[in-house]
């Protein structure tokens, strides 16, 4: 039975109006100006509405060669259903203002065999922005090409989960017709998000969230889970796909292929100077085939 998840978000978060979210997209691209390449095999990408994090996400979108990829498993955070798991769609077709994506269901009863997953309510999936925030670009980039996604909304994991869902997924990291694009904004500072860490010796407040950024940047790139679980634990840094990430990691730990994450682009939705501010970061990554 098909069950399509709708673009809740569109009209809101980003334009429903198709052609002009294709130009939208079309210019942000350019703007990156970015050379496609097979070796790119995931990427990590902000999550926010357009007019905040288009420009940024393009960074990470941008880099895809889309000829011989054939599913996007996509890995996004849950904003507001509490599950210890991570959970798999029941739709069998993700909607977008500029065309839909059919859901694998072969890989999703494959990974609902392992007992693992809990299935997601379509009310759960719909309310939930983190993957949707992809899908325009994943639409757009794989446009006139045959490709499934995967989606997997990652609850408040464990450390111990985190490692055996990364585990659990490595394999598919090592098929390079799977693509795999993992939400996450960075730093979200300000009273409002409950997080003030400044460290004075950068200057400014938006300087001390960038260094502060860019340490767990920095971190992901060497691509040691354990390190970045520190970092989180030492500095309560607010990046909201720290689940998806982990287990990106671990995935890229467990996997024979041997894919470097390297960021690309790193911004701030505006500079805090004084701690009446607020500001939320976006960063974008693709992880490539180290050859």
Same mark, same amino acid.
């Given at each position: 039975?098909?069950?399509?998840?709708?673009?809740?978000?569109?009209?809101?978060?980003?334009?429903?109006?198709?052609?002009?979210?294709?130009? *939208?997209?079309?210019?942000? %691209?350019? #703007?990156? +100006?970015?050379?496609?390449?097979? =070796?790119? @095999?995931?990427?990590? /990408?902000? &999550?926010?509405?357009?007019?905040?994090?288009?420009?940024?996400?393009?960074?990470?979108?941008?880099?895809?060669?889309?000829?011989?990829?054939?599913?996007?498993?996509?890995?996004?955070?849950?904003?507001?259903?509490?599950?210890?798991?991570?959970?798999?769609?029941?739709?069998?077709?993700?909607?977008?203002?500029?065309?839909?994506?059919?859901?694998?269901? *072969?890989?999703?009863?494959? %990974?609902? #065999?392992? +007992?693992?997953?809990?299935?997601? =309510?379509? @009310?759960?999936?719909? /309310?939930? &922005?983190?993957?949707?925030?992809?899908?325009?670009?994943?639409?757009?980039?794989?446009?006139?090409?045959?490709?499934?996604?995967?989606?997997?909304?990652?609850?408040?994991?464990?450390?111990?989960?985190?490692?055996?869902?990364?585990?659990?997924?490595?394999?598919?990291?090592?098929?390079?017709?799977?693509?795999?694009?993992?939400?996450?904004?960075?730093?979200?500072?300000?009273?409002?998000?409950?997080?003030?860490?400044?460290?004075?010796?950068?200057?400014?407040?938006?300087?001390?969230?960038?260094?502060?950024?860019?340490?767990?940047?920095?971190?992901?790139?060497?691509?040691?889970?354990?390190?970045?679980?520190?970092?989180?634990?030492?500095?309560?840094?607010?990046?909201?796909?720290?689940?998806?990430?982990?287990?990106?990691?671990?995935?890229?730990?467990?996997?024979?292929?041997?894919?470097?994450?390297?960021?690309?682009?790193?911004?701030?939705?505006?500079?805090?100077?004084?701690?009446?501010?607020?500001?939320?970061?976006?960063?974008?990554?693709?992880?490539?085939?180290?050859?």
């Amino acid at each position: 039975m098909a069950t399509v998840r709708r673009a809740t978000h569109a009209g809101s978060w980003y334009t429903n109006n198709a052609s002009r979210l294709e130009e *939208e997209l079309d210019g942000w %691209l350019r #703007a990156a +100006g970015l050379t496609k390449s097979a =070796d790119v @095999r995931g990427v990590i /990408a902000p &999550h926010a509405g357009y007019s905040y994090s288009g420009r940024s996400a393009a960074f990470a979108f941008g880099n895809i060669d889309p000829t011989n990829i054939l599913r996007v498993f996509l890995l996004g955070p849950s904003h507001h259903y509490y599950t210890p798991k991570c959970a798999l769609t029941r739709a069998t077709t993700y909607s977008t203002p500029i065309g839909d994506l059919p859901v694998d269901q *072969e890989v999703i009863e494959e %990974l609902k #065999a392992t +007992g693992k997953f809990e299935m997601m =309510d379509l @009310r759960v999936d719909e /309310a939930e &922005h983190s993957m949707e925030m992809h899908l325009p670009y994943l639409a757009k980039v794989f446009k006139g090409y045959e490709v499934k996604v995967v989606p997997i909304l990652v609850g408040a994991l464990s450390s111990e989960s985190e490692a055996m869902y990364g585990s659990l997924l490595a394999k598919y990291i090592d098929d390079p017709k799977n693509f795999f694009s993992v939400s996450s904004d960075f730093c979200h500072w300000g009273s409002r998000f409950s997080y003030t860490y400044y460290d004075k010796k950068h200057g400014s407040i938006y300087k001390s969230i960038e260094a502060l950024d860019r340490m767990g940047m920095e971190i992901i790139e060497t691509g040691d889970a354990d390190s970045f679980k520190r970092y989180l634990q030492q500095y309560e840094n607010t990046i909201c796909g720290r689940h998806p990430i982990s287990v990106f990691l671990h995935m890229l730990k467990n996997s024979s292929t041997k894919i470097k994450i390297g960021f690309l682009h790193y911004e701030q939705s505006s500079q805090c100077k004084s701690s009446r501010d607020s500001s939320v970061s976006y960063a974008s990554a693709a992880a490539k085939v180290d050859n």
